[in-house]
Nanobody, 124 residues
């Protein structure tokens, strides 16, 4: 069965950095567009970043451009989210998601598979 396991979350001070990882198994990773979403307490889940299965195309929510970077290593079946200059408002549970050969609408919901999430807490 497909599994997406996030790691790398934790507590960090404002201005600090974290790198999240999402290890995938049970699927042909190179055929999946991978996304990161987050959900803060009391708020709806929102799109963070995505990287397409082919062509290296990336997409970010506008508010996070320049601070967050998504990347993937197909040899390791892993997608990463490098988060820099973290702010208290980045506090949320971060989820990775996978969708088979999604070419458009990378920021939209409806991904096939989801991880359990990893908590990121940014203190002021």
């Amino acid at each position: 069965q497909v599994q997406l396991v996030e790691s790398g979350g934790g507590l960090v001070q404002a201005g600090g950095s974290l790198r999240l990882s999402c290890a995938a198994s049970g699927l042909t990773f190179s055929s999946y567009t991978m996304g990161w979403f987050r959900q803060a307490p009391g708020k709806e889940r929102e799109f963070v970043a995505a990287i397409r299965w082919t062509g290296g195309i990336t997409l970010y929510t506008d508010a996070l451009k320049g601070r967050f970077t998504i990347s993937r290593d197909n040899a390791k079946n892993t997608v990463y989210l490098q988060m820099n200059t973290l702010k208290p408002e980045d506090t949320a549970v971060y989820y990775c998601a996978a969708d088979f050969k999604r070419n458009y609408g990378l920021g939209l919901d409806g991904y096939d598979y989801w991880g359990q999430g990893t908590q990121v807490t940014v203190s002021s």
